[in-house]
């Protein structure tokens, strides 16, 4: 954390995000999204709730503010939504970093005993199900096929065999295997 109140943290999709104290209450944030870099070098800084204009522009690594619109729209982050924010993002994290733990592992891995007191069960289910989705879309899709990889279909016998060559669902010792002409395996 910086001189001036700025936190940076790291967002559940891997960006880094600031939370700015909130000017009536010190316990209370809200997050800004980084924006762009200004030619002078400052990082220029919007509120991530969405009609919000708030604004924010910072200078160096340590994030020390040189000038903030601070005039917010909405109500800020309650210490119980930053924490579940921050609990989401990094159970998502190594949830996909790591494989063999099971998702309720990782989780409980991260609890803290602040967080059992505050986070209700419906909130873990959530964050359980991020986790199973972060996951999910961190592997390939099995019914897909690697790009560039045909899949070859191969017809049903009765679509390529004469009615005649087969006896009884097998093909007849007797009888010459036929083909039609359209048929092919490449």
């Known amino acids: 954390m910086s001189q001036n109140g700025a936190e940076a943290v790291i967002s559940e999709r891997g960006c880094v995000m600031l939370q700015i104290p ?68 990094s159970a998502k994290r190594k949830a996909v970093e790591m494989l063999s733990e099971r998702p309720s592992e990782v989780l409980r891995s991260l609890i803290t005993p602040n967080h059992v007191q505050t986070l209700e069960t419906n909130i873990l289910r959530n964050i359980k199900k991020n986790m199973y989705n972060a996951r999910r879309k961190s592997q390939p899709s099995p019914s897909s096929s690697a790009p560039g990889q045909r899949l070859l279909e191969v017809p049903q ?29 490449a």
């Not at 070098?41 to 708030?54: M, V």
Request: include cysteine; charge should be positive.
């Open 22 to 89: 909130s000017p009536a209450d010190t316990e209370l944030k809200f997050k800004f999204k980084r924006c762009r870099v200004l030619a002078s070098g400052e990082s220029s800084w919007r509120c991530s709730t969405s009609g919000c204009t708030a604004s924010v522009r910072t200078m160096g690594p340590n994030y020390s503010i040189t000038d903030i619109n601070n005039t917010h729209n909405h109500e800020p982050l309650t210490k119980i939504q930053q924490e579940t924010q921050v609990l989401s993002a």
């Open 157 to 185: 016998r009765h679509d390529y065999l004469d009615p005649k060559v087969l006896r009884n669902g097998f093909l007849s010792p007797d009888q010459p295997h036929s083909f039609p002409s359209n048929f092919s395996l």
